[in-house]
């Protein structure tokens, strides 16, 4: 068990609906990244938070969206779904070992993941 | 860009040792490396950082050749727990610190 909790831990939908993913990071960790997984392009990073603010970004489509809140849960808001959305979705949350010193690491714990199957 | 693993796949019994590789093709602050099992969360096995720092968890070793800007993962005596997907994860430095991109993933199988 890494820590980092999501919820739900399945999700089946419909074409074009919208759905929410939850995350809750490791208890201290302020960093949240979240993952997308599928058969055909792998473990693919969508985008990065810390401490609220928007850090990186990866290959996020525009209908997708997230958020990180002032407790430092964060949510993957998934719109206009279509078939090819199905995948898992990780989330991850990390703290810097040795802060902005130079060293210092992001070591990312991975929460259990989301399914989402687009019907 | 993404790393590129080698090889695709890898069949082993007990015992025997195994070397999965990643290469890039960009400048790198780190390499972290994950195993994940199916239908389960990668988990973190070591990380090794620009200038030779390794920190792992596990009884598992890796190099990092900075100028080739390759990483390999050494898994010696394997066990039957050590299947699963190996994933190599890199790092930017700059405006890319925190930002992992992974290798397409290798299948180790261990079979008793």
């Known amino acids: 068990d890494s820590g980092v909790t999501q919820t739900p831990k399945h999700l089946i939908t419909a074409t074009g609906q919208r759905v929410t993913l939850r995350c809750s990071p490791r208890?201290?960790?302020?960093?949240v990244y979240w993952y997308q997984q599928s058969l055909d392009q792998g473990l693919q990073f969508l985008i990065q938070?810390?401490?609220?603010?928007?850090?990186a970004k990866g290959n996020i489509l525009e209908r997708f969206s997230a958020q990180q809140f002032p407790d430092l849960h964060s949510e993957l808001n998934l719109s206009s779904l279509e078939l090819g959305d199905s995948a898992l979705y990780f989330c991850?949350?990390?703290?810097?070992?040795?802060?902005?010193?130079?060293?210092?690491?992001?070591?990312?714990?991975f929460g259990p993941g989301t399914r989402l199957t687009v019907l | 860009q993404q790393p590129v693993q080698s090889p695709q796949a890898v069949i082993l019994r007990e015992g025997e040792d195994a070397v999965i590789n990643c290469s890039s093709s960009?400048?790198?602050?780190?390499v972290h490396w994950y195993r994940q099992k199916h239908g389960e969360a990668p988990v973190f096995l070591m990380i090794?950082?620009?200038?030779?720092e390794q920190k792992g968890h596990e009884k598992i070793s890796a190099s990092f050749n900075e100028k080739k800007q390759q990483s390999s993962l050494y898994l010696t005596a394997s066990q039957l727990s050590y299947s699963g997907t190996y994933f190599c994860?890199?790092?930017?430095?700059?405006?890319?610190?925190?930002?992992?991109?992974f290798g397409q993933g290798t299948i180790l199988t261990v079979h008793p």
């Open positions: 938070y810390y401490n609220g603010e928007e850090r």
């Open positions: 208890s201290g960790d302020l960093s």
């Open positions: 994860g890199t790092e930017g430095g700059g405006t890319s610190y925190g930002k992992l991109t």
């Open positions: 991850a949350s990390s703290v810097a070992v040795g802060g902005l010193a130079a060293g210092s690491y992001n070591e990312q714990f």
């Open positions: 090794l950082l620009k200038g030779g």
């Open positions: 960009k400048a790198l602050y780190s």
